[in-house]
């Protein structure tokens, strides 16, 4: 089944505390993006990527890092959360220039106390 | 970065009605998407537009791509309990990989 996965889907965590939030897609996609979910701005791109070793600043990368060394992974690198990353993150990927049909993962809901 | 207004910010209707919901940007966008989110999932397209001034149906949805190419409708004809979620609008511009989406229509619906 084509999909694209988020471990972890929900965490809780504290302040300064460095965490990861993994992304898999298994349908040879190039494209993958972050984006994150806040009740009244809807969904703001973090990070995208074109392919492996290509990545890019969306709208809000600041207290944010990615990393593509393989072409099915995109995970999402918080280095030192801070509560005002409390937010719920979706990545999503497409082929190269499909960017219409981008395939979502489930979310990850991340609290930082 | 660049935000679409969508309003109504959210909705309360009864099983069997209609529900209109539109999305407006300061900004031109080459393709207008929507789509729906369910509780607990990530969202999913519903219908794509490419075209000014085009109108285009999925089953009950129906969606205008607007003459101005900056604002896009989405009807819900016959609204069912499983059409409850949060609707997002979201354009593209040229060949440009970013999605800009609206800010969300959470739909409620009572029996």
């Known amino acids: 089944e084509a999909q694209v996965t988020q471990n972890p889907r929900y965490l809780i965590t504290v302040t300064g505390k460095k965490l990861t939030v993994t992304c898999s897609q298994n349908?040879?996609?190039?494209?993958m993006s972050w984006y994150r979910q806040d009740p009244g701005l809807g969904l703001r791109q973090i990070y995208y990527s074109m392919n492996v070793e290509v990545t890019d600043k969306g709208d809000v990368p600041e207290g944010y890092k990615v990393s593509r060394k393989e072409k099915r992974n995109f995970p999402l690198i918080l280095e030192s959360p801070s509560p005002n990353q409390t937010s719920l993150y979706f990545c999503?990927?497409?082929?190269?220039?499909?960017?219409?049909?981008?395939?979502f993962g489930p979310g990850t809901r991340l609290t930082v106390l | 970065g660049q935000q679409l207004n969508q309003s109504p910010q959210s909705m309360f209707i009864q099983e069997g009605e209609d529900v209109s919901m539109n999305c407006t940007s300061s900004s031109i966008f080459n393709t207008w998407l929507w789509y729906k989110q369910d509780p607990g999932e990530g969202p999913v397209l519903l219908i794509a537009l490419y075209k000014a001034g085009e109108l285009t149906s999925n089953g009950r949805l129906t969606a205008q791509f607007g003459i101005t190419r900056k604002d896009s409708f989405l009807n819900i004809s016959a609204s069912i309990p499983s059409d409850v979620g949060i609707y997002f609008c979201a354009g593209l511009f040229g060949t440009a990989s970013k999605l800009t989406f609206g800010t969300g229509t959470r739909l409620q619906v009572t029996l």
């Open positions: 349908m040879n996609h190039e494209y």
């Open positions: 999503a990927s497409s082929t190269i220039g499909s960017y219409n049909e981008q395939f």
